[in-house]
């Protein structure tokens, strides 16, 4: 898994490539808490070059929307396809997260 | 399962996962199951050896078991098991699709998927043994 992260303004967007799973799935919750400490509220992930996600990866991105969420802010997700997004539809949680088709549509909701 | 079944032993943690997708995925390639099912197959995997890890052997030590063999054009049967505590991962109550957010539990979803992504799961325990069993890939959406 690769994590590229970029400040756009009102959010912080967060690109998630390769492979999420049981081994680095923390490193996700990792780069995105770092700017929550610093006072970001808005999180993009961009998971348009994400291929696999577990369940281990899905609690990543629940427990950080819910850690932003709790402080009035929110994460967005966008790019979603494939795998993943079977995943996030089998799970339901499709339903939970705003999901857009790219980071600008996402950033322009803010 | 019969005599054709390939069998790895490994320690039942999260860095043997990637040996034994590899494993099986041999298995699967040389079974024709169709290319773009094979990260589902991954998936599966992942899911059962990390619920092992942590459920079968909370205390850190112990092995898991992974083997196939062919079940018809493009299908292959899999059996994981351990031996570790008594431990039905069929047992795990579904997720709780009506809560928001907020109150969604983190967890569970790991055996859901995998029920959704498999055909003829089932559960036994053979003496100290817990045997996981089903069907890949799954009758599809």
């Known amino acids: 898994m690769n994590i590229e992260t970029e400040e756009l303004g009102k959010a912080v967007l967060v690109k998630v490539s390769g492979r999420m799973d049981a081994e680095n799935s923390h490193e996700f919750e990792q780069a995105c808490e770092q700017w929550i400490t610093r006072g970001t509220k808005h999180v993009i992930a961009d998971l348009d070059g ?36 079977q995943v996030f539809e089998l799970t339901r949680l499709i339903g939970l997260f705003q999901v857009f088709d790219t980071s600008q549509q996402a950033l322009a909701t803010l | ?30 079974a024709e199951v169709p290319a773009d099912e094979l990260e589902k197959l991954d998936l ?72 959704s992504l498999v055909s003829n799961i089932a559960y036994r325990r053979e003496e100290d043994r817990n045997v996981l069993s089903f069907g890949f890939p799954g009758p599809g959406e």
């Open chain 2, 44 to 115: 599966v995997l992942e899911e059962i050896l990390v619920n092992i890890a942590r459920y079968a052997y909370p205390a850190g030590n112990g092995a898991a078991e992974v083997a196939f063999a062919p079940d018809g054009p493009g299908k292959l049967y899999v059996e994981i098991s351990d031996w570790g505590n008594d431990f039905n991962p069929l047992d795990v109550e579904p997720p709780d699709f009506s809560r928001g957010l907020a109150e969604r539990p983190i967890g569970g979803l790991g055996v859901f998927l995998v029920r």
């Open chain 2, 1 to 30: 399962m019969d005599s054709a079944a390939r069998r790895l032993t490994l320690p039942a943690s999260v860095e043997s996962v990637a040996l034994f997708r590899n494993f099986v995925r041999s298995g699967a390639v040389a």
């Open chain 1, 50 to 85: 994400l291929q696999y996600v577990s369940s281990m990866g899905l609690r990543s991105f629940l427990s950080v929307a819910q850690k932003l969420q709790s402080d009035s802010g929110s994460l967005l997700l966008c790019g979603l396809h494939g795998l993943p997004r």
